[in-house]
């Protein structure tokens, strides 16, 4: 922690677990003069595949689900680890798809031994809860620390009364979750924390019927996606990788895009300044040649010479 508590610095920017990040943000928060912290922590990113959807694409679905969730051996912060459906016949058969799909996710090595040890503890924690069942168990390793796919199934009702089944499992697993009918995949949408990314397959009578859902989500996350799946980040000026508490410490912000760089700055006012001394970023000629907002508008050329411009 001396990093954190060093007077020199102003900022911070983590990437980690949640008890790493929340011990780095309190410990900023307790300093003479406290900083903020951009920690990105926990998240399961959930998925809710509506009926339409399901029943047009369930094998397209099932198939991008297994790829996304087990890419990298389920070592992506963006890994969908919660997916949600109503019970029908379309959601027996989509899950004994993905189960097939599982089964035949071959082992891999994960990043380090604590990793490795981590999930294989988060799986056996997860296999214990009530109400929760183990459809399908992927290729095992045969060497090393190697992540083994697997993939869980519980209902709503029981993820409503069990916080624990929201909780981030780093690794190659996911977990499907039923619900009896709209009111109830509603519910579950309501209770959910915060996350990095929130994915929406349905088709566009889907989008009218579970508008007040979109409208959920929108809240709970940082970046939402329709018939797609979170895994691939791309770098970019639209895109926000942050969202909500514990996703991250602070949902105003981004750790990817352009976006980001406004983590460490600090916005400087220079009133009736002499242009002579004004940052080349504001003098009147603009020699930097950048972009810049003038009076509200933007600009680029050497435009502003006239007294009292606001940029």
Not at 139 to 164: D, I, M, P, W
Not at 256 to 263: H, L, Q
Request: aromatic content about 8%; overall charge neutral; hydrophobic content about 40%.
């Amino acid at each position: 922690m001396a990093i954190v508590k060093h007077p020199l610095i102003k900022a911070i920017g983590f990437t980690g677990s949640f008890r790493g990040g929340k011990a780095i943000f309190d410990a900023a928060a307790q300093r003479p003069t406290p900083i903020p912290v951009y920690a990105e922590m926990g998240s399961t990113n959930p998925v809710f595949i509506l009926p339409s959807a399901l029943r047009d694409k369930k094998e397209e679905i099932a198939k991008g689900l297994t790829s996304s969730a087990t890419l990298g051996v389920g070592q992506f912060c963006t890994k969908p680890g919660l997916v949600f459906l109503e019970e029908s016949e379309d959601a027996a058969q989509f899950q004994k798809i993905t189960a097939a799909n599982f089964h035949e996710v071959a082992a891999a090595t994960m990043l380090t031994s604590q990793i490795h040890r981590a999930y294989e503890n988060g799986i056996e924690k997860l296999g214990k809860q009530a109400g929760v069942a183990r459809l399908a168990k992927g290729k095992s390793g045969e060497e090393g620390f190697q992540g083994v796919g697997y993939l869980f199934q519980t209902n709503a009702r029981n993820f409503l009364a069990n916080e624990h089944l929201e909780d981030e499992i780093f690794g190659p697993s996911t977990i499907a979750v039923t619900a009896s009918n709209k009111a109830e995949l509603v519910d579950a949408a309501q209770k959910l924390r915060g996350h990095l990314t929130a994915t929406l397959w349905a088709t566009d009578d889907d989008l009218k019927e579970y508008a007040d859902l979109i409208a959920i989500l929108e809240r709970k996350a940082g970046r939402l996606i329709i018939n797609g799946f979170p895994t691939g980040v791309e770098v970019c000026h639209a895109m926000i990788h942050g969202g909500p508490f514990p996703a991250t410490t602070d949902t105003r912000s981004t750790s990817v895009g352009t976006a980001a760089i406004t983590r460490f700055t600090r916005p400087v006012c220079y009133q009736n300044f002499p242009n002579a001394i004004l940052p080349d970023e504001l003098k009147n000629e603009n020699p930097l040649g950048i972009w810049r907002l003038v009076n509200g508008e933007r600009k680029k050329m050497e435009e502003a010479r006239i007294e009292g411009q606001n940029y």
